[in-house]
Every structure is written in structure tokens, then in C-alpha cells.
């Protein structure tokens, strides 16, 4: 069994282009299923049936899963079965035709335009770190990137002049995000002066954009910190970097932006991803008809 979920992983990782993040994330769910299989003497998933998914499933309710977590493992189960199909493993899929388990929608926590502008309006220190958090708050917001496209960038992805970063997203797909106004003005000033109080002349150098105290780059752990300590001081607790990204996509669509050029600004493979954001805050929409439409004012005769 082993051996064959790290086939599997190697094809994702080859041939998928899955990120390490992804690779690991499968890993443990596969071994997770590799463990009930063999609790109930099941040595290999070609054997398993699909009475066996469905009791893995069963399982994974009575250990308190979130519906979201039971979904992602049995799609994982879905298309680790697939493959071994389609590889030769075994001539049967016990997961075929077998439906995931609905998620109840939920909607992404965002800030309104007022929230954002006191985040981003508090006071930060002067010094290095300072000109950072606050660069950092404004890329995320202002370009709407994912904290890991953040802690990614490289200074050769920065075309400032032109108003473009080249962002590396899911999967290893390259986007290029425009970055204009506060947000550009925020992180030009952080590399003229702070970035270069954080580089260590004696540490290894980094093409990282943004850095850490010892001249490293700056983790994703850390940007929680920033962002969360941010968020407290405006009085939300818990704040969420992806946060900031809803945000963005909140608020474009709200000023009028085009869902299909929001889609490609966050790099959303699917339409149908984007598309959260119009069910999020409708309420400009109810002003623009009440502002609009010939009867929306008329009171009946």
C-alpha cells in the first residue's frame, strides 16, 4: 500500500504539478485510509471494496471530521482509486460512481472597506520591520494574493514600473497581478529603506522580496503573526491573511470590476470559484436599483 500511494504522490508532484503542500496534505489522508484499511485486515487498497470506502467514510463522521475535511479526503480517495485503474493496479474503482458528500456553503469572512482602510491607516513603526508589515498588508490586500504567492515572491518578480508582479500560484502557475497606488507606494518605500536594514551582509543572500530579522525569507507563519496583530489592533480578532484576499475580490466586485478579470487577478483556475464573491455582499446592488429602475421609487396609485 505504501509503495503505491507514493506512486501516486510522485504523479501528482511529475506530472500534476502539485505543490509540496498539496503532496503532503494527500499523503496524510491516503495514510489515514491505509490505516483503516489494514485495522480491518486489508493489506492493500486494490483489494479494498467499495463497501470498504463507504465504511472509511462512516469512519471518518464518528471521529468528528468537518464536512469539508470528509469531502477533500474521500475526493483524495477518489482519485488515488482512479489512478491505480489507470495505471494496471486493479481492474476495479470501488470509489466509481459513489458521490462526495455535500459541504454546506459557507461564504468567506471579509473586512469592509471601512475595516480595511483603519488596518491600514494604523500607525507602524518607522524602522525596517515596520516599512515591511505595512508593505505586506497593503501587496495582500492590494493585489489579492494568497500568503504563500507573498512569501514567495522574488525581487526579478517585481516589475514596478510597469505596475506588475509575476506571481506563482497553485500548481506552479505563473499570473502576472497589477499593483497600483497605496500598495506600490507602500512596497517601493520598504525596499529603498527597509528591506536593506533586514539583508544581513553575513547571511546567505536571498532573492526574497520580503525578510525576516536574520535576512531570511519570511515564512508563512510569520505573516499570520503580522496580520493577526494587525487585525487586534483595530479590534478583529483572529484575522486571516486569505482574509485579505476575500476582501480584495469583495471589494472589486462592489466598485465594478468584471468577475472574469477578477477571476484571473486571483488566479482561480475555475469561474465558478469567483463566483462566491457575488453572493457575499449584494447590497450595492439593491442601491443601484433602487437608484435606477423607473419604478422602484413609484408607490402604487
Given at each position: ?25 494527500y ?63 486493479t ?10 458528500p ?22 507602524f ?47 506552479g ?22 528591506r ?74 475555475d ?16 442601491a ?14
Amino acid at each position: 500500500m505504501e509503495g503505491l500511494v507514493r506512486e501516486y504522490l510522485a504523479h501528482l508532484s511529475v506530472e500534476r504539478g502539485s505543490s509540496s503542500k498539496t503532496i503532503e496534505a494527500y499523503g496524510r489522508d491516503l495514510r489515514d485510509y491505509a490505516a483503516f484499511l489494514e485495522k480491518h485486515g486489508i493489506g492493500s487498497a486494490t483489494a479494498a471494496s467499495r463497501g470498504d470506502v463507504v465504511g472509511y467514510e462512516a469512519d471518518l463522521i464518528a471521529r468528528a471530521y468537518a464536512p469539508a475535511s470528509i469531502e477533500r479526503h474521500m475526493s483524495v480517495l477518489k482519485g488515488f482509486h482512479r489512478f491505480l485503474v489507470r495505471e494496471g493496479h486493479t481492474e476495479c474503482d470501488p470509489t466509481d460512481s459513489l458521490r462526495l458528500p455535500k459541504v454546506p456553503s459557507t461564504l468567506p469572512d471579509v473586512l469592509g472597506v471601512e475595516q480595511m482602510d483603519a488596518l491600514l491607516a494604523q500607525p507602524f513603526d518607522e524602522g525596517p520591520r515596520g516599512l515591511r508589515d505595512r508593505a505586506l498588508l497593503e501587496v495582500l490586500y492590494g493585489c489579492g494574493l494568497r500568503v504563500s504567492e507573498l512569501v514567495g515572491l522574488d525581487r526579478d518578480s517585481l516589475l514596478l514600473d510597469e505596475g506588475l508582479v509575476r506571481v506563482v500560484g497553485k500548481g506552479g502557475k505563473e499570473r502576472v497581478a497589477p499593483i497600483a497606488g497605496i500598495a506600490l507606494c507602500c512596497l517601493r518605500r520598504y525596499l529603498d529603506e527597509g528591506r536593506p536594514g533586514l539583508a544581513k551582509p553575513s547571511a546567505k543572500a536571498t532573492p526574497a522580496v520580503f525578510l525576516n530579522a536574520r535576512g531570511g525569507r519570511l515564512t508563512r507563519q510569520s505573516v499570520h503573526r503580522v496580520v493577526a496583530r494587525a487585525g487586534l489592533s483595530i479590534g478583529v480578532g483572529n484575522l486571516h491573511p486569505h482574509t485579505l484576499r476575500h476582501s480584495f475580490a469583495t471589494h472589486m466586485l462592489a466598485g465594478g470590476a468584471d468577475l472574469r478579470a477578477i477571476q484571473e487577478m486571483l488566479g482561480h483556475s475555475d469561474i465558478s470559484t469567483t463566483q462566491v464573491y457575488t453572493h457575499v455582499d449584494q447590497s450595492h446592488i439593491k442601491a443601484e436599483y433602487l437608484a435606477a429602475h423607473p419604478r422602484a421609487k413609484a408607490a402604487p396609485h
